[in-house]
């Protein structure tokens, strides 16, 4: 499993830096929501950092999202789906390195969007740098549940395209233990309290994707 | 166990309520050759991709490379094919030499192999190509670079002569022989004749999801 | 003749306007009464403005305008909104850094969510998505039109950056410099210092315009190069041995 | 040229009922994203409804982007882009027959999430109904922006897909403008200062779609 | 004004940095079908392409239907010429009848052309299955049918016998017949011979980007 989990792993980071789509578009996409999210509540809110950890996760959904269609896409072609179900790689294989990939993906774009959150929404350095081990969990498991959800919207190509949208309660949970403990490393609350839910969360997506990936992957 | 590679027995193919296939009685025995004919939209697509695993069965019974297609994980079957679809494609974004890798690696097999299949298949000059800049036929040949780093014990290829040159052809009934000689089995749909090379085919004859006639 | 000429007294004399404005601006303007030695910076940061937005921004814009009509469309003008853009880039940059640094005592703040600095973070995010835009497309032509449409579109926030001080209100200065009747505002050794910087900044974008301009040129020499190369491999093969 | 974009309209919203993406997607997205925006926020601060325009608008933004993408990869198959492309249909009645159809579905979703703003943001009732007006035509000039920006991104097919987010500086006078309007109208104000805006970009969005669209499209 | 409906001299088409065409010159008189052959990789597809000003050309000069690819815009050329690509294909999520219509009413076309297009290709009975729906030939076919929609001078078709099935083919070489007869130009890139009944052929055979014979 892990053998096959590098190896989806290692092609999906391998187009992902072939089309450089991370660092010109989904960078800059984060940055320019995270700007406009600022400009959106209206100078007087943005300008306290209170709102910091809401909107830092609520792009990062946004980002997530956007990776995992491509991901999708990656795979998609109805063609280029039958030539590689006949390799007939392990399903909780193909699941833990396309989750491994995501989440490179959403670490390099969160540290990005990090500081552009200290610079532009005033966090303060020091909370933010005690929230960053809890941020990183947090958004590996927003990759292993996207991924999952992505799986459940089928194909990719045509009508299905945006039913991982519809599996945003999922990722609900994340958002808010997420949010919760960013805010409270910024006012020296109890980081731990929440980051735990973060990382039971990790685990339990991690551990659902490995068993049913292939269920979902089947048809 | 039944003496044949595959074997179907009155097999139904439904998609949301249309059936594809409308009850298919087949056998493949080891060794031989069988060519899929029939006009446009007979099946011969449903029927190899339910060969290989790719649709379920919606009734009837059948089983492929010991695997039974009602029962048991579809999966199983499709690392036992070996398939070259109608629009096979694979990453667009990575090289030709990339996507070999990828299949060798996720075979299993060595990475020696892959010099060698370049080379039959006449890709040796495009092998940094991205694939999505290769031609059609290209990317038929890069099918068949895929196909030969595999040793299946069944073969289905749909359609694999269109857009291929002569050249190509010609390659492809060799690789026929080759196979077939060495014991294994093709299904293979056309709507071409096969190249006089080969030996004896067994021809069947779909129309309207079933089988009108066989020879 | 006299191109050349010009073209070798562009670096020289840059580099002296330069020198000056930074000698007059430090040495011989005298201090504010309000800002006392910040004031300084009027020296540098509304040129580095100026040369971004209109000087290297217009640039780009106008020969992205002349690169989609049919009748001027060239490489050549092409390549000079790419280059253009590329410097705007730094000149725009430069402006967000000295505007920060003239914020951060001025306004206590390094950023604040002000029209006319959000307007021009903006415009710099438009410049960046312009040279990605670049890369990502690997078709010469399809390249230069797409960039050309993109420069256009992003040139719209120009106007948006000028008036935002009148349509918002906002933190940042309004039209100190130029009143909108154009009489000079301050004067003396200020004013001219003030002058001497803008043309002093004009000049280097034009001095490094033309350098990567050329530095575009030997590139697209070698290219041809290695396309000749790849034209006499394309038609020998099929010519099997 | 309103005959083809009559023709392309029609096509689009015909292959968008089909699909009822936006009914089983796009809307509970939208809904979802409200939610989430209102509790990442924190309750205290998403209770008032000073947030509401701020994050209306913000999620329709990110409404309009996936719903471009859609648009996009309806005519985005290469195989389809040579087809349509001989039809030689007039590029200028093509960008508006796209961007009608996506306006037509913007309204629908944004009446839909307008009212989730009331009840969930507690936007006040009145104030919402007198920004209605302004909000169509915001909606209408994000969806020209919208379909300008999907054709600059390309084909959509593969390395380029996310470009059109790259675009989103393009959508940032829009966005404060709306934002602007529909708060004035909250709290009584100048509504129609910004509406002018909003009026003036429409405007200037038609026209360069009209004018450049075919240029964009060539390839 | 040439007395060709085609003619190219020297045409280059290059694309991110590789020359697809490397330098062809040929004329396509009216009335008469030519015929492209030669290897995978050859630009058979690309020479179509350009022919209907769906790449632009990098070099050399060229002229179709009166329009000049160096100086004019493609757009007027798209839409005098018939296009069959290589994997044709339309809006997925449209029924056969909608695409059909669609089309027709994009040409200006009246609606009464539908029917019989469609009975000619013989995809009656599938008219109101959504396009992703159809087997490989029947896609082929509705590519076709969408071709009879119009009245083209100059009709290009890439591999249109490719997967079509005896029938389809049979109806392919009446159609070049009849379009010929009628006074319009076509241009065909093709594997396989064509069928015997069709008369004179122009056969231009490419080898790496370039013509090397023609008869
Ligand atoms: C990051 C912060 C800042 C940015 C992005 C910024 C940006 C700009 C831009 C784009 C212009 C040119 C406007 C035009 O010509 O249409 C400009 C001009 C100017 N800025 Fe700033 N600025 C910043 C901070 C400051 C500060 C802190 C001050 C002084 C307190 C200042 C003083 C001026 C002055 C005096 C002008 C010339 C105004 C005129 O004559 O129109 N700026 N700035
Ligand atoms: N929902 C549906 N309604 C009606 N017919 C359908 C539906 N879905 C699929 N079909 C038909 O099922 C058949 C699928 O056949 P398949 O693709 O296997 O044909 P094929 O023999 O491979 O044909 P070809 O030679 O054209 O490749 C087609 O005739 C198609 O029109
Ligand atoms: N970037 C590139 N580098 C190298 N070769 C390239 C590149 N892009 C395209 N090619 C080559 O250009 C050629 C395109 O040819 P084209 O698709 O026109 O061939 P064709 O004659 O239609 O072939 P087929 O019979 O296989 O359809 C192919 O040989 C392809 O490998
Ligand atoms: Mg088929
Ligand atoms: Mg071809």
Redesign the interface.
């Known amino acids: 499993m892990i053998r096959v989990a590098l190896l989806v792993a290692a092609k999906d980071l391998r187009v992902e830096l072939r089309s450089r789509v991370l660092l010109w578009q989904v960078v800059p996409f984060g940055a320019m929501a995270l700007l406009l999210s600022g400009l959106a509540l209206g100078p007087a809110r943005a300008g306290h950092s209170g709102a910091a950890p809401g909107l830092f996760f609520l792009v990062m959904l946004f980002v997530t999202l956007l990776t995992v269609a491509r991901s999708r896409a990656i795979d998609a072609r109805a063609g280029t789906r039958d030539s590689i179900a006949t390799l007939g790689l392990d399903p909780g294989g193909v699941f833990l390195g396309k989750t491994v990939a995501l989440t490179v993906e959403l670490w390099v774009t969160g540290a990005l969007l990090l500081a552009g959150t200290v610079v532009v929404l005033h966090a303060n350095l020091a909370g933010t740098l005690a929230a960053s081990g809890n941020v990183a969990v947090t958004l590996a498991a927003l990759a292993a549940a996207g991924v999952l959800h992505g799986a459940l919207s089928g194909p990719g190509d045509g009508s299905a395209t945006l039913l991982p949208l519809l599996s945003l309660p999922a990722f609900a949970p994340l958002l808010i233990a997420g949010e919760r403990a960013y805010s409270a490393a910024l006012g020296h609350g109890a980081l731990w309290a929440w980051g735990t839910i973060s990382l039971v969360a990790l685990v339990a997506y991690l551990a659902l994707g490995i068993l049913l990936y292939g269920v979902l992957d089947e048809s | 166990m039944s003496e044949f590679v595959a074997s179907l027995n009155d097999a139904l193919v439904v998609r949301s309520g249309f059936p594809l296939l409308s009850g298919v009685t087949l056998e493949v025995a080891p060794a031989t050759l069988t060519l899929l004919t029939g006009p446009n939209g007979a099946g011969k697509t449903t029927l190899l991709q339910l060969l290989g695993g790719l649709v379920g069965l919606s009734g009837g019974s059948g089983q492929v490379c010991g695997v039974d297609l009602a029962r048991d994980d579809r999966r199983a079957l499709r690392r036992r094919v070996g398939w070259l679809g109608h629009d096979s494609s694979f990453y667009d974004d990575l090289s030709v030499r990339e996507n070999l890798t990828f299949a060798a690696k996720a075979l299993g097999r060595p990475l020696e192999d892959l010099a060698p299949a370049l080379e039959r298949v006449g890709l040796r000059d495009r092998s940094e190509v991205l694939a999505r800049r290769l031609s059609a036929g290209q990317r038929r040949r890069l099918g068949l670079a895929w196909l030969l780093m595999r040793r299946p014990e069944l073969w289905l290829l749909d359609e694999p002569y269109a857009a291929l040159d002569e050249d190509g052809r010609r390659f492809l009934d060799g690789l026929f022989a080759d196979v077939v000689a060495a014991g294994a089995s093709i299904v293979v749909s056309a709507h071409d004749h096969l190249g006089a090379t080969l030996g004896a085919v067994n021809t069947v004859h779909l129309v309207g999801g079933r089988v009108e006639s066989r020879s | 003749m006299t191109k050349t000429l010009l073209a070798r007294l562009l670096g020289p004399l840059t580099l002296a306007l330069l020198a000056l404005t930074f000698g007059l601006g430090l040495w011989v303007t005298p201090p504010d009464q309000v800002q006392g030695n910040l004031v300084r910076l009027v020296y540098v940061h509304p040129a580095l403005a100026w040369v971004a937005l209109y000087v290297s921004f217009g640039t780009a814009t106008i020969a992205s305008v002349l690169y ?1 009509w ?1 009748r001027t469309r060239s490489a050549t003008l092409d390549r000079i909104g790419a280059c253009a853009m590329e410097v705007s880039v730094v000149f725009i940059a430069l402006t967000l850094i000295t505007g920060s640094l003239w914020g951060r005592p001025t306004w206590g ?6 029209a006319r600095l ?2 021009t ?3 710099g ?2 410049a ?2 312009y040279l ?2 670049r ?8 390249r230069a ?2 960039s ?3 420069a ?3 040139a ?2 120009v106007p ?1 950056i000028h008036f935002s001080v009148l349509w918002w209100k906002t933190l940042h200065q309004g039209a100190t410099v130029f009143t909108a009747n154009r009489t000079l505002l301050i004067h003396g050794s200020q004013a001219w210092t003030l002058l001497v910087s803008f043309v002093a900044f004009t000049l280097s974008f034009v001095w490094l315009l033309r350098a990567r301009y050329r530095l575009e040129v030997t590139r697209d020499q070698s ?1 041809q190069r ?2 000749n190369e ?2 006499a491999q ?6 099997r041995p």
């Open positions: 989609l049919r703040v390094w950023w604040a969510w002000d959000t307007s973070a903006i415009l995010v438009f960046l998505a990605a835009l890369r990502a497309l690997d078709d010469d032509e399809t039109r797409r050309a449409v993109f256009i579109i992003a719209i926030n948006i290219r290695d396309f790849a034209l394309r038609r020998r093969e099929g010519a």
